[in-house]
């Protein structure tokens, strides 16, 4: 009856000899499960120690004034080694009566240690090149690559029947540990990658920057690896041009600018997503002599050999505006967001298949979205002091939809909640039961469950009571909307002596509203 209660208040921890108490002569209740002899005597250890160590080295030449050339090497360790020491509890039954011991679980006699080690290693080498000719022609450039990798490596052994309480060393073992005596695992991977902008500007009036980068990961198959994504803009100084002429006095800066960029995502749910894993396990019921369990092997479900880098292309539209000596700044934008080769479930398979679909480069998203800031910045005396403050709005919004998935072609709602698209569906967007009203009568309430949904008249009429509960009799499903959009962020700053105060506004469409201030 006492089996499953530990440390009950009629029980003492100790006998009148100063002997610990675990068990009973006359009961199967365990005191306190042996815990207070595990807190009080100081024999079972847990030491967690870890160590991280990060070190950069460069070097700068710069053979022209015009021209450097640097190069650099990163190099961290970061290892965690973990030690573990259990051992018997000693107690008597009963005061002055035979030492015996608790041996096993808790009391077992054992010692683990746990060393996780992970190596990181980091190359970069470019070059940047800046001059300006006639005055008037500015070219600036930087080419490059780097090179990166990670190893991971975990080691554990499991050691019991150890020769000394006090010692923690492996060497004191005389028995293999009977469960978990050893252990493995390591994993690595590389990224390489080649890159290079160009930048030319004349006057400062009209600008020009393209760029691009040329990246390869180890977590795809050979033959996919590589991946080029180029990015280009250009802008137009307004403001600079001869006929701007007396506007200069009012406006600051006006800048159009247009852009186009690209960006690879290579992170999958594993560094070997090409491969079909191996998987070593034991039988759970099926031993040898006794002790030892059987071990078997399975391999891993099916995967995608034509996995490759997600690409996120960027359109982008936008003005710089600075008026009134750099007080009044407004900054617009508008874009449209193209994620290509979305790194996602694989096509619908039929069931006789017998595996999931593989993760692969099965789906798109189009974001359209804008972005507008105002902001004003100023100062003037107070009491002979400077007064600084600001004002700032920000308003925003954007809507994602996919535009490609080669899953769930009937566009099922069943695991939208487990990262599943289909072609139309809004990012964010929730769904609803269309209902007809509540219930108005027990009579028409209990017709209906009959009918429908078997469910109990009593809880549909206290939610109904509670008015929580709506019924929906013809089980249709309505696009109720999407989650919050357009908010709309509002904030302050002031600084006068050494005072200073930061304020954030945040406001949705909806009303609903937080401030922060400090």
């Known amino acids: 009856a006492y089996s499953a209660r530990h440390a009950l208040a009629n029980f003492p921890m100790k006998n009148p000899d100063g002997s610990w108490l675990y068990s009973t002569p006359y009961l199967d209740y365990k005191i306190a499960n042996g815990r207070h002899i595990l807190l009080n005597e100081g024999t079972h250890r847990n030491v967690d120690r870890s160590n991280d160590f990060s070190n950069t080295t460069r070097l700068v030449i710069t053979p022209f004034k015009t021209l450097s050339i640097t190069g650099d090497f990163t190099y961290r360790l970061y290892q965690e080694r973990n030690t573990s020491r259990s051992s018997p509890l000693s107690y008597r039954e009963y005061p002055d009566g035979p030492m015996l011991e608790y041996n096993n679980g808790a009391g077992l006699n054992r010692l683990d240690e746990e060393v996780k080690t992970r190596n990181y290693y980091s190359t970069n080498v470019f070059a940047n090149y800046d001059e300006t000719f006639g005055g008037a022609h500015h070219l600036s450039g930087t080419f490059g690559m780097n090179y990166e990798t990670w190893a991971s490596k975990n ?16 060497n004191l073992a005389t028995k293999v540990g009977s469960e978990n005596a050893y252990g493995g695992g390591q994993n690595e991977y590389a990224l390489a990658g080649f890159f290079a902008r160009i930048n030319y500007d004349y006057k400062g009036r009209y600008l020009f920057e393209v760029s691009g980068r040329y990246d390869g990961s180890s977590r795809f198959a050979p033959g996919n690896r590589w991946g080029l994504f180029p990015s280009a803009s250009a802008g137009w100084r307004i403001s600079e041009e001869p006929f701007f002429g007396n506007a200069k006095d009012l406006v600051d800066n006006l800048k159009l600018r247009a852009s186009f960029g ?39 479900a099916p995967v995608a050999s034509d996995l490759t880098w997600e690409t996120a292309q960027q359109w982008d539209l936008g003005l710089d505006l600075t008026m009134l000596n750099n007080r009044l700044n407004f900054t617009g934008d508008v874009y449209i967001r193209d994620t290509q080769d979305m790194l996602t479930d694989g096509m619908a398979l039929p069931g006789v298949y017998g595996a999931d679909s593989p993760s692969m480069n099965s789906a798109e998203l189009r974001t359209k979205g804008y972005e507008l800031s105002v902001s004003w910045r100023d100062q003037f005396k107070l009491a002979g002091k400077p007064f600084e403050y600001s004002v700032g709005f920000n308003i925003s919004d954007y809507k994602s939809v996919i535009t490609k998935y080669d899953n769930n072609p009937n566009k099922s709602l069943t695991n939208l909640t487990k990262g599943d698209y289909y072609v139309g569906m809004e990012i964010g967007e ?45 089980r249709r499903l309505r696009k109720a909307g999407t989650f919050d959009r357009a908010p709309v962020y509002e904030a302050t700053d002031w600084n006068y002596v050494r005072f200073d105060c930061a304020s954030f506004m945040y406001e949705l469409v909806n009303g609903e509203l937080r401030f922060y201030c400090c």
């Open 155 to 170: 080691i554990s052994v499991g050691a019991e029947q150890l020769l000394s309480v006090d010692l923690d060393d492996l």
């Open 262 to 300: 690209s960006l690879g995502n290579q992170n999958v749910s594993s560094y070997y997503t090409y491969m079909r894993l191996i998987t070593n396990k034991d039988f759970s019921n099926y031993t040898f002599d006794g002790s030892i369990k059987g071990k078997y092997s399975s391999l891993g």
């Open 430 to 474: 929730i769904w609803g039961f269309v209902t007809d009203g509540f219930f108005k009568t027990d009579e028409e309430a209990k017709a209906f469950i009959a009918d429908e949904c078997g469910f109990d008249p009593e809880k549909i009429r206290i939610l109904h009571e509670v008015n929580t509960y709506e019924v929906n009799k013809h």
